[in-house]
Structure formats: structure tokens, C-alpha cells
T-cell receptor, first 111, second 116 residues
Framework: GDSVTQMEGPVTLSEEAFLTINCTYT??????LFWYVQYPGEGLQLLLK?????DKGSNKGFEATYRKETTSFHLEKGSVQVSDSAVYFC??????????FGQGTRLTINP | DTGVSQNPRHKITKRGQNVTFRCDPI?????LYWYRQTLGQGPEFLTY????????KSRLLSDRFSAERPKGSFSTLEIQRTEQGDSAMYLC??????????????FGPGTRLTVT
């Protein structure tokens, strides 16, 4: 079945550092890809998405590009802030079907 | 638009008891999903509805679990004869299905179940 693999955490960075969280997937067909974020004490929020190959999703300074050839959707941000501390989940779905999530990556940003 | 709401937010129960959770989706959303999330893991799909029809159930959904969406609005998830392994966060999400829609799923805050 479909699956998502994320880089293991936790990841700890200093403020203004460059962030990459790796995500690769296995799927039949052409899934849509998502990054969700879970801030402490809050529910899952959609951060960004891409629905076809070579699409770039972006939001709040975060970006991820749908790479079909490498089956990847890595999350990047050029300069992280303390407020970016959260758990980040990569996910895929086939059309309007269920989301399949990775295990999550906990990110801590130190001032 | 008040978002997806879930009640209760926390539930502590003794092993063997039955529990029921409620999810109220975003009002115009016709699809509703249930997921379960254990500590340190990503959410796992349990089941989903389009309107009142239950279209898919995961193998994770044993016969002790039942979900309903009787009028295509709110949904309930019941767990009978709870076990300690049922302790988890139960998440509900909703989306607007249809060929012209993005199918983005919006999540509620979750119900945290602790089985003692």
C-alpha cells in the first residue's frame, strides 16, 4: 500500500538557520502531497500542498516541491524562527481519499 | 465557519467500558474522516464518510469500533469494551468533496482517550 517516510527527529536548530525535513513516498498513481504542522497543544493544520509533479507548495516561508522522479517532497525554510517549533507531518492522498501520514518530525528552534 | 469541533476533548475510562466521541465537521463539508494518533506517531486512518454513507474502513477498525453519520452532518465513533491499547488521540477531519474541490482535510483538536 501507499506509505510515507520522513527523516527521524528530533531536529534542533538555532534561530535563522536553514531547515530541511526530508520526506519520500511510495504510491501507485499520482498522489497529492501535503505537509501538516502540529503546534504544541493545537490540532493539525495544513501547511502546504502540491497536487502534481513539479508543483511547488509554499506558505509562511516554507516550501516543498513535488519530485516524481525521486518520489520526494522535502520541506525547506530559509530562516527558521522560535515560533516554528512544532511537529511536522508529511502526508499523501489519492484524490479525495484518506491521508497517509509519515511518523512526524519534531522541530525545536532555540533562540 | 467555526472549524471542526470534537467532544469531549479528554476521556478517561476503565478497561471494559464503552465510550462515544462526537465530531461536528465544517458545515458545508460532505466528507468526514476519523484517524487515530498514538504518541510519537503520525495519524492512522480509521474510516470515512461521504454524506451519511461510510465508504471505507481500515483494518485497524476492529469489530469493537463503530462509526456513524446518521444525517450526513455530525459523526460519532463508539468503542465498545475498551482496552488499554485503545488509548490514543482520536482525530476527526472534514473536507469538501467533488470534482471542482481541492479535497483539503481540516482537522479538529482531537479527543484524547486514556484507558486505565
Amino acid at each position: 500500500g501507499d506509505s510515507v517516510t520522513q527523516m527521524e527527529g528530533p531536529v534542533t536548530l538555532s534561530e535563522e538557520a536553514f531547515l530541511t525535513i526530508n520526506c519520500t513516498y511510495t504510491a501507485t498513481g499520482y498522489p497529492s502531497l501535503f505537509w501538516y504542522v502540529q503546534y504544541p497543544g493545537e490540532g493539525l493544520q495544513l501547511l502546504l500542498k502540491a497536487t502534481k509533479a513539479d508543483d511547488k507548495g509554499s506558505n509562511k516561508g516554507f516550501e516543498a516541491t513535488y519530485r516524481k522522479e525521486t518520489t520526494s517532497f522535502h520541506l525547506e525554510k530559509g530562516s527558521v524562527q522560535v515560533s516554528d517549533s512544532a511537529v511536522y507531518f508529511c502526508a499523501l492522498s489519492q484524490g479525495a481519499q484518506k491521508l497517509v501520514f509519515g511518523q512526524g518530525t519534531r522541530l525545536t528552534i532555540n533562540p | 465557519d467555526t472549524g471542526v469541533s470534537q467532544n469531549p476533548r479528554h476521556k478517561i475510562t476503565k478497561r471494559g467500558q464503552n465510550v462515544t466521541f462526537r465530531c461536528d465537521p465544517i458545515s458545508e463539508h460532505n466528507r468526514l474522516y476519523w484517524y487515530r494518533q498514538t504518541l510519537g506517531q503520525g495519524p492512522e486512518f480509521l474510516t470515512y464518510f461521504q454524506n451519511e454513507a461510510q465508504l471505507e474502513k481500515s483494518r485497524l477498525l476492529s469489530d469493537r469500533f463503530s462509526a456513524e453519520r446518521p444525517k450526513g452532518s455530525f459523526s460519532t465513533l463508539e468503542i465498545q469494551r475498551t482496552e488499554q491499547g485503545d488509548s490514543a488521540m482520536y482525530l476527526c477531519a472534514s473536507s469538501l468533496g467533488g470534482p471542482r474541490n481541492s479535497h483539503e482535510q481540516y482537522f479538529g483538536p482531537g479527543t484524547r482517550l486514556t484507558v486505565t
